[in-house]
């Protein structure tokens, strides 16, 4: 990464940035996946809009963190040096309330972005 190059413009999910994450309602992460540096520590301010209990759950890392219901925590994590790291909701991992951190280049996942779930 040269140091010269500017930094990317911000933008309305500009997680690079503004390292705030969201469950909103009712099976839902956003953002569905955050790319950081390799090896990066980011600390993600996780807001539950929903009424409903939620967990951030990173058994890679031994995170396994609720949420309450319209409740806020932080969480430090730390990007992979290379590849995925997926994350997800214990409670409804199920259900598609899933995501992956990546690093660096790695590519996105075949995972449906947006995770759309619950439609019923
Ligand atoms: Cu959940």
Same mark, same amino acid.
Not at 31 to 49: A, C, D, H, V
Not at 64 to 82: R, Y
């Given at each position: 990464?040269?140091?010269?190059?500017?930094?990317?413009? $911000?933008?309305?999910?500009?997680?690079?940035?503004?390292?705030? !994450?969201?469950? &909103?309602?009712?099976?839902? #992460?956003?953002?569905? *996946?955050?790319?950081?540096?390799?090896?990066?520590?980011?600390?993600?301010?996780?807001?539950?809009?929903?009424?409903?209990?939620?967990?951030?759950?990173?058994?890679?890392?031994?995170?396994?963190?609720?949420? $309450?219901?319209?409740?806020?925590?932080?969480?430090?994590?730390? !990007?992979?040096? &290379?590849?995925?790291?997926? #994350?997800?909701?214990? *409670?409804?991992?199920?259900?598609?309330?899933?995501?992956?951190?990546?690093?660096?280049?790695?590519?996105?996942?075949?995972?449906?972005?947006?995770?759309?779930?619950?439609?019923?």
């Amino acid at each position: 990464m040269p140091p010269s190059s500017p930094p990317p413009p $911000p933008r309305r999910t500009g997680w690079r940035r503004q390292k705030r !994450f969201y469950f &909103s309602y009712p099976y839902y #992460f956003a953002p569905t *996946f955050l790319r950081g540096e390799p090896g990066q520590k980011l600390t993600l301010e996780i807001e539950n809009e929903s009424g409903m209990l939620h967990n951030l759950s990173i058994p890679a890392q031994g995170i396994d963190q609720d949420v $309450p219901p319209k409740g806020k925590v932080e969480v430090e994590i730390t !990007f992979p040096q &290379s590849g995925a790291v997926p #994350f997800f909701c214990k *409670f409804h991992a199920a259900l598609g309330m899933r995501g992956e951190f990546l690093a660096g280049d790695a590519a996105q996942p075949t995972l449906s972005s947006g995770v759309t779930l619950g439609t019923r």
